[in-house]
């Protein structure tokens, strides 16, 4: 069994960055594809981006791409997640998982953290 935890998570101007991070315990996180998926008040829980075990594949939802970057460090079984020049839309709960399809598909997810909020605006 796989415990996540996320923290990094706060307030920021639009503009600015954060960097989250995803801990895994009780499993190593090697053989997982990691997903980050984010749901703002009154919407549904939506990709975001995705990282291979190996770090081989990544994938990222159009509205983050070329902000966002994903990676991994399995010797320190950890995901992060860089997000830059973020924007009030971006303001949600981020949540990490664990799977073991390639998937931006939730369900397709076993294991999730229990989520670390991001505010963005001025």
């Known amino acids: 069994q796989v415990q996540l935890g996320e923290s990094g998570g706060g307030w920021v101007q639009p503009g600015g960055s954060l960097r989250l991070t995803c801990a895994a315990s009780?499993?190593?996180?090697?053989?997982?594809?990691i997903g980050w998926f984010r749901q703002a008040p009154g919407k549904d829980r939506e990709f975001v981006a995705f990282?291979?075990?190996?770090?081989?594949?990544?994938r990222y939802a159009d509205s983050v791409k070329g902000r966002f970057t994903i990676s991994r460090d399995n010797a320190k079984n950890t995901v992060y997640l860089q997000m830059n020049s973020l924007k009030p839309e971006d303001t949600a709960v981020y949540y990490c998982a664990a799977g073991l399809l390639l998937s931006s598909n939730s369900g397709h997810y076993r294991h999730w953290g229990q989520g670390t909020q991001v505010t963005v605006s001025s």
């Open positions: 990282s291979r075990w190996d770090a081989g594949t990544t």
């Open positions: 009780g499993r190593t996180l090697s053989s997982y594809t």
